[in-house]
């Protein structure tokens, strides 16, 4: 069976290919078309489709369109209603049905020789559900939020035997999802984009509305929840974009934050029993990219495992709905699903653009050493990631050790001060340094950083104590453990700060030019691309010294 999935409709357009029970590539549009998020997320570009990813897609499984015995679409418009009785102030919501009934023919368009026959809806939230359920090998209650859906934002319900048992969905306007996109807008940040902004800024404020959100923001006791009107101006003045970031806008970051912990603890608590007990969640949708209450449903919910899908966000619907029409359990076992190139491309690469490079014994210990000298690398190996985090494939890696580097990467990367910087560490370490959910190779959790630590890694450790931890497994990441094992036998610390390889309100790298351009751009000591090493100082002169 060969299933494309689409996800096209709302924002992070994707492709990804199931071939018989296998997941051979998944990708999102903005990797190809440079466009950060793909498109804007507004009614008039639902027609837009993931053209370059789907066809990639296919590349990569030398298949033709005409191969395919189906093609996953991930929303259903027969599932839509009327915008006035959604009641979400949009007059031109009606335009996501109509370009998702013509869909079928667009595709054809894009992919000459596919059949429209061919294309299936799939309810939104059931392929967000599906890209949780059934990327574990168990059976899972599964809880799905997000913005929304057709009609709705949420989805509580069971995965047995790879079939889904819907419990209970919430009906839009009710959303938790668009309750932090509003959030985000009001702080001055760009909605379905920047919510993981919101979330760092929340540790730095106290949550004094929280009584008022109690009584706006309710689960009903019934696995679903209402919001009342909130009237954000009251507690914090809307923030223009490059306004101030006032003791306000934190204190209310962190208030809705903190309620929505707790709403999503109830929900937890309520999938849990209406499943019967089963021992694993599984989480997609959006709002699962909220590594502060996972964590906190992880400990603090009934649950032995949780478990959330990498690409939580839209983008991992595509995948979502590949799986849901084949029903049948696919263990996601990495994120590195994107593109990827030889040696000899990169060599050719590297070669066409002219630059002085190396092809030293060891690449992971020739980033290792320049880390320990504080160097910063552009860690360039093997495919892209599926999903928004960087998880040593696409990664830019720096020293832990150094209060400094926060600020020098996001001076690098262009970004605000206030964002954290995330820690890998070998798992055979983790327990000493950190407390939390383990493993963690995909950071959808924050985990607390042992005191004793806090000093010894600065850089990613959080204003609140936590680190949005990656474990580095050597038998799935042999690699990126080996570069970990290196900078601990230089320096004693088995963590390297890893953030995604880009620069502000770009894509993440994704092609070797597109690495060599970043390179050129930005104060970076070591591109390490496949085998090779290029040392800035051989280039540009200056920078850290080469061994
Ligand atoms: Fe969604």
Redesign the pocket.
Known sequence: MRVLGINAI?HDPSAALIVDGRVLAAAEEERFSRRKHGKRPVPFSAWELPELSAAWCLQEAGLRPGDLDAVAY?FDPALCRDQADLNLGDPWDHLRADYARRAPQFLATALPGLDPDQVRFVP??V??AASAGLSVPEDSAVL?L????ESASHLAGAYRGGKLETFRCQELPHSL?LLYEDLTRHLGFLHSSDEYKVMALASYGQPRFLGLLRELVRADGAGGFTIDRIDWDALAKTRAADGEMTEAHADLASSVQARLEEVLLDLARWTYDASGGLSTLTM???TALNCVANARIAAEGPFDRVWVQPAA??AG?ALGAALALGSEHVPFTTAALGRGWSDDELEAELRRAAVPYTRPASIAAEAAAVLARNGIVAWYQGRSEYGPRALGHRSLLAHPGDRDTQTRMNDVKGREQFRPIAPMVRAERFHDIFDGVFPSPYMLFVHRVKPEWRDRIPAVTHVDGTARVQTVHTDTEPLVAAMLTEFEQLTGLPVVVNTSLNTAGRPMVDTPREALELFGSAPVDLLAIGPFAVHRSRVFGGGSEPR
Do not use: E, L, M, Q
């Open positions: 709302f991930s939104h939230h392929a967000h799905v997000d913005g929304r859906g999802g997609a949708g959006g966000g839209d619907t």
